[in-house]
Protein backbone atom coordinates (compact mmCIF):
# COMPACT_ATOMS: atom_id res chain seq x y z
CA UNK A 1 0.00 0.00 0.00
CA UNK A 2 1.11 3.33 -0.87
CA UNK A 3 0.55 5.96 1.80
CA UNK A 4 0.95 9.73 1.92
CA UNK A 5 -0.27 12.31 5.13
CA UNK A 6 -0.59 16.29 3.78
CA UNK A 7 0.19 18.43 6.92
CA UNK A 8 1.06 21.60 8.04
CA UNK A 9 2.88 19.80 11.33
CA UNK A 10 4.73 16.62 9.52
CA UNK A 11 6.33 16.41 12.84
CA UNK A 12 2.80 15.19 14.27
CA UNK A 13 2.97 11.93 12.09
CA UNK A 14 6.29 10.89 13.40
CA UNK A 15 4.39 7.79 15.91
CA UNK A 16 3.73 6.48 11.91
CA UNK A 17 7.49 5.51 11.96
CA UNK A 18 7.33 3.53 15.08
CA UNK A 19 5.94 0.01 16.31
CA UNK A 20 3.92 -2.05 13.68
CA UNK A 21 3.41 0.71 11.06
CA UNK A 22 7.13 2.02 11.48
CA UNK A 23 7.98 -1.98 10.53
CA UNK A 24 5.74 -2.55 8.05
CA UNK A 25 7.51 1.02 6.22
CA UNK A 26 10.55 -0.64 6.81
CA UNK A 27 10.04 -3.77 5.36
CA UNK A 28 9.11 -2.07 2.22
CA UNK A 29 4.89 -3.25 3.00
CA UNK A 30 3.60 0.34 3.39
CA UNK A 31 5.53 3.17 0.94
CA UNK A 32 4.95 6.05 3.20
CA UNK A 33 5.09 9.82 2.18
CA UNK A 34 4.68 12.47 5.24
CA UNK A 35 4.28 16.24 3.41
CA UNK A 36 4.55 19.79 4.27
CA UNK A 37 1.72 21.39 3.14
CA UNK A 38 3.98 24.50 2.71
CA UNK A 39 5.85 23.06 0.25
CA UNK A 40 3.22 24.02 -2.00
CA UNK A 41 3.33 27.56 -1.43
CA UNK A 42 4.70 30.44 -2.98
CA UNK A 43 5.00 33.36 -1.29
CA UNK A 44 7.54 34.37 1.60
CA UNK A 45 5.41 33.58 4.43
CA UNK A 46 4.49 30.26 3.46
CA UNK A 47 0.34 31.18 3.55
CA UNK A 48 -1.62 28.56 4.01
CA UNK A 49 -5.20 30.06 5.56
CA UNK A 50 -7.04 32.85 4.69
CA UNK A 51 -10.05 34.81 6.38
CA UNK A 52 -13.56 32.90 6.03
CA UNK A 53 -15.75 34.63 3.36
CA UNK A 54 -19.32 35.28 5.01
CA UNK A 55 -17.50 36.44 7.78
CA UNK A 56 -17.42 34.60 11.30
CA UNK A 57 -14.12 32.88 13.53
CA UNK A 58 -11.04 31.40 12.23
CA UNK A 59 -9.46 31.31 9.61
CA UNK A 60 -9.89 28.53 6.02
CA UNK A 61 -7.20 26.91 4.60
CA UNK A 62 -6.96 28.50 1.28
CA UNK A 63 -7.16 26.01 -1.98
CA UNK A 64 -4.30 26.59 -3.66
CA UNK A 65 -1.60 24.68 -1.98
CA UNK A 66 -4.13 21.73 -1.34
CA UNK A 67 -4.54 21.86 -4.91
CA UNK A 68 -0.99 21.46 -5.85
CA UNK A 69 -0.32 18.58 -2.74
CA UNK A 70 -3.08 16.72 -4.39
CA UNK A 71 -2.43 17.02 -7.87
CA UNK A 72 1.12 16.14 -7.07
CA UNK A 73 0.40 13.02 -5.08
CA UNK A 74 -2.98 11.77 -6.49
CA UNK A 75 -1.33 11.64 -9.90
CA UNK A 76 1.64 9.32 -8.31
CA UNK A 77 1.05 5.49 -9.34
CA UNK A 78 0.68 3.49 -5.75
CA UNK A 79 2.63 0.34 -6.90
CA UNK A 80 4.80 2.35 -8.92
CA UNK A 81 4.53 -0.09 -12.05
CA UNK A 82 6.25 -3.58 -10.64
CA UNK A 83 4.65 -5.89 -8.25
CA UNK A 84 6.37 -7.03 -4.75
CA UNK A 85 9.27 -8.75 -6.65
CA UNK A 86 9.98 -5.89 -9.19
CA UNK A 87 9.92 -8.14 -11.84
CA UNK A 88 6.33 -8.59 -13.36
CA UNK A 89 4.28 -4.99 -14.59
CA UNK A 90 1.63 -4.92 -12.02
CA UNK A 91 -2.13 -4.51 -12.79
CA UNK A 92 -3.87 -0.69 -13.76
CA UNK A 93 -3.74 1.11 -10.54
CA UNK A 94 -6.94 1.88 -9.15
CA UNK A 95 -8.35 5.42 -7.88
CA UNK A 96 -6.78 6.29 -4.75
CA UNK A 97 -8.39 7.31 -1.76
CA UNK A 98 -8.78 10.58 -0.50
CA UNK A 99 -9.38 10.66 3.53
CA UNK A 100 -10.32 14.09 4.50
CA UNK A 101 -10.40 13.48 8.94
CA UNK A 102 -13.22 15.86 9.71
CA UNK A 103 -15.72 16.04 12.45
CA UNK A 104 -18.43 17.04 9.96
CA UNK A 105 -17.44 13.34 8.05
CA UNK A 106 -19.42 10.08 8.39
CA UNK A 107 -18.46 7.49 11.42
CA UNK A 108 -14.71 6.18 10.79
CA UNK A 109 -15.58 2.19 11.62
CA UNK A 110 -14.05 -1.20 11.98
CA UNK A 111 -15.54 -2.33 8.40
CA UNK A 112 -14.00 1.51 6.65
CA UNK A 113 -10.90 0.19 8.11
CA UNK A 114 -11.04 -2.94 6.79
CA UNK A 115 -12.23 -2.03 3.04
CA UNK A 116 -9.43 0.75 3.00
CA UNK A 117 -6.77 -2.04 3.92
CA UNK A 118 -7.22 -3.52 0.69
CA UNK A 119 -6.76 -0.36 -1.09
CA UNK A 120 -3.19 0.17 -2.88
CA UNK A 121 -3.39 4.27 -2.48
CA UNK A 122 -4.49 6.52 0.64
CA UNK A 123 -3.90 9.69 0.37
CA UNK A 124 -4.87 11.81 4.32
CA UNK A 125 -5.41 15.56 3.63
CA UNK A 126 -5.07 16.95 7.70
CA UNK A 127 -6.60 20.17 8.30
CA UNK A 128 -6.43 22.84 10.29
CA UNK A 129 -8.01 26.48 12.01
CA UNK A 130 -11.80 26.08 10.68
CA UNK A 131 -11.15 23.49 7.78
CA UNK A 132 -10.39 23.17 4.35
CA UNK A 133 -11.97 25.06 1.67
CA UNK A 134 -15.22 23.29 0.63
CA UNK A 135 -13.98 23.20 -3.06
CA UNK A 136 -10.78 20.97 -3.21
CA UNK A 137 -13.08 18.18 -1.90
CA UNK A 138 -15.16 18.87 -4.42
CA UNK A 139 -12.74 19.26 -7.06
CA UNK A 140 -10.48 16.30 -5.46
CA UNK A 141 -13.40 14.23 -6.40
CA UNK A 142 -12.55 13.88 -10.63
CA UNK A 143 -9.06 12.30 -8.84
CA UNK A 144 -9.81 10.42 -6.12
CA UNK A 145 -12.57 8.53 -4.27
CA UNK A 146 -13.21 11.04 -1.39
CA UNK A 147 -14.05 10.48 1.66
CA UNK A 148 -14.80 12.50 4.66
CA UNK A 149 -14.55 10.67 7.96
CA UNK A 150 -15.26 11.82 12.03
CA UNK A 151 -13.27 9.16 14.83
CA UNK A 152 -15.87 10.43 16.92
CA UNK A 153 -17.97 13.19 18.26
CA UNK A 154 -15.60 14.98 19.86
CA UNK A 155 -13.74 18.53 17.99
CA UNK A 156 -9.71 18.17 17.66
CA UNK A 157 -7.58 21.21 16.41
CA UNK A 158 -6.66 19.88 13.41
CA UNK A 159 -6.57 16.29 11.19
CA UNK A 160 -3.22 14.75 12.12
CA UNK A 161 -4.33 12.89 14.86
CA UNK A 162 -7.56 11.37 13.55
CA UNK A 163 -5.24 10.56 10.35
CA UNK A 164 -2.90 8.54 13.29
CA UNK A 165 -5.71 6.90 14.44
CA UNK A 166 -7.40 5.54 10.96
CA UNK A 167 -3.95 4.79 9.74
CA UNK A 168 -3.23 2.59 13.09
CA UNK A 169 -6.55 1.01 12.78
CA UNK A 170 -5.91 0.24 9.21
CA UNK A 171 -2.36 -0.61 8.96
CA UNK A 172 -2.72 -3.48 11.48
CA UNK A 173 -5.70 -4.92 8.79
CA UNK A 174 -3.29 -5.01 5.76
CA UNK A 175 -2.45 -9.30 5.35
CA UNK A 176 0.88 -9.92 6.78
CA UNK A 177 1.87 -6.94 8.67
CA UNK A 178 0.10 -8.81 12.39
CA UNK A 179 2.54 -11.81 13.10
CA UNK A 180 -0.28 -13.58 14.62
CA UNK A 181 -4.07 -12.96 12.07
CA UNK A 182 -5.69 -15.21 14.35
CA UNK A 183 -5.36 -12.29 17.22
CA UNK A 184 -7.74 -10.41 14.63
CA UNK A 185 -10.66 -12.40 14.68
CA UNK A 186 -12.37 -12.07 17.91
CA UNK A 187 -12.08 -8.92 18.83
CA UNK A 188 -14.26 -5.64 19.53
CA UNK A 189 -16.40 -4.45 16.68
CA UNK A 190 -15.07 -7.49 14.36
CA UNK A 191 -17.91 -8.83 14.40
CA UNK A 192 -20.65 -6.42 16.06
CA UNK A 193 -19.79 -7.20 19.59
CA UNK A 194 -17.33 -6.39 22.04
CA UNK A 195 -14.53 -8.46 23.22
CA UNK A 196 -14.69 -10.75 26.45
CA UNK A 197 -12.39 -10.28 29.06
CA UNK A 198 -8.87 -11.50 29.16
CA UNK A 199 -6.80 -13.00 32.36
CA UNK A 200 -3.35 -14.20 32.59
CA UNK A 201 -0.94 -16.00 35.58
CA UNK A 202 -1.08 -15.84 38.59
CA UNK A 203 -4.58 -17.46 39.01
CA UNK A 204 -5.20 -15.59 42.01
CA UNK A 205 -4.16 -12.31 42.01
CA UNK A 206 -4.37 -10.59 45.48
CA UNK A 207 -7.62 -12.36 46.00
CA UNK A 208 -9.06 -11.86 42.70
CA UNK A 209 -9.04 -15.40 40.93
CA UNK A 210 -9.75 -15.95 37.76
CA UNK A 211 -13.46 -17.24 36.59
CA UNK A 212 -13.02 -21.06 37.17
CA UNK A 213 -14.17 -22.09 33.57
CA UNK A 214 -10.99 -20.86 32.09
CA UNK A 215 -8.65 -23.26 34.41
CA UNK A 216 -11.29 -26.20 33.10
CA UNK A 217 -9.51 -27.33 29.78
CA UNK A 218 -13.27 -27.65 28.67
CA UNK A 219 -13.05 -25.72 25.39
CA UNK A 220 -16.19 -25.70 24.37
CA UNK A 221 -17.44 -24.12 27.55
CA UNK A 222 -14.78 -21.97 27.58
CA UNK A 223 -15.89 -20.71 23.94
CA UNK A 224 -19.36 -20.38 25.13
CA UNK A 225 -18.00 -18.42 28.27
CA UNK A 226 -16.80 -16.23 26.31
CA UNK A 227 -19.57 -15.42 24.29
CA UNK A 228 -21.98 -15.00 26.88
CA UNK A 229 -19.69 -12.02 28.19
CA UNK A 230 -19.08 -10.70 25.05
CA UNK A 231 -22.91 -10.50 24.67
CA UNK A 232 -23.46 -9.42 28.58
CA UNK A 233 -20.61 -6.57 27.81
CA UNK A 234 -22.25 -5.63 24.75
CA UNK A 235 -25.67 -5.34 26.47
CA UNK A 236 -24.36 -2.99 28.81
CA UNK A 237 -22.09 -0.53 27.72
CA UNK A 238 -22.65 -0.33 24.15
CA UNK A 239 -26.57 -1.35 23.05
CA UNK A 240 -26.70 0.21 20.21
CA UNK A 241 -24.52 -2.09 18.61
CA UNK A 242 -26.70 -4.72 20.10
CA UNK A 243 -29.66 -3.62 18.21
CA UNK A 244 -27.82 -3.44 15.03
CA UNK A 245 -27.22 -7.15 14.76
CA UNK A 246 -28.34 -9.48 12.13
CA UNK A 247 -30.79 -11.61 14.61
CA UNK A 248 -30.50 -14.32 12.50
CA UNK A 249 -26.59 -14.57 13.80
CA UNK A 250 -27.79 -15.45 17.58
CA UNK A 251 -28.58 -18.52 18.63
CA UNK A 252 -31.16 -19.53 22.05
CA UNK A 253 -28.23 -19.99 24.28
CA UNK A 254 -27.47 -16.31 22.95
CA UNK A 255 -30.91 -15.31 23.45
CA UNK A 256 -31.15 -16.60 27.21
CA UNK A 257 -28.01 -14.12 27.88
CA UNK A 258 -30.08 -11.25 26.39
N1 LIG B 1 -10.77 16.92 13.03
C1 LIG B 1 -11.22 17.59 14.11
N2 LIG B 1 -12.03 16.82 14.85
C2 LIG B 1 -12.10 15.61 14.23
C3 LIG B 1 -12.78 14.41 14.49
N3 LIG B 1 -13.58 14.25 15.55
N4 LIG B 1 -12.62 13.38 13.63
C4 LIG B 1 -11.86 13.52 12.55
N5 LIG B 1 -11.19 14.64 12.23
C5 LIG B 1 -11.31 15.68 13.07
Redesign the pocket.
Known sequence: MRLDVVSIFPEYLAPLRLSLIGRAVEKGRIDLGVHDLRDWTHDRHRTVDDTPYGGGAGMVMKPEPWAEALTALLAEPAAAGTDATGAEPAAPAERPVLIV???A?TPFTQAAAAELAGREHLVFAC?RYEGIDQRVVDWARDRAEVRL???????????EV?ALVMTEAIARLIPGIIGNPESLTEESHEDGLLEYPVYTKPADWRGHPVPEILLSGNHAAIARWRRDERLRRTAAVRPDLLAGLDPDTLDALDWAVL
Do not use: C, F, R, T
Request: negative net charge.
Open positions: PSPGGYSIGDYVLNGGA
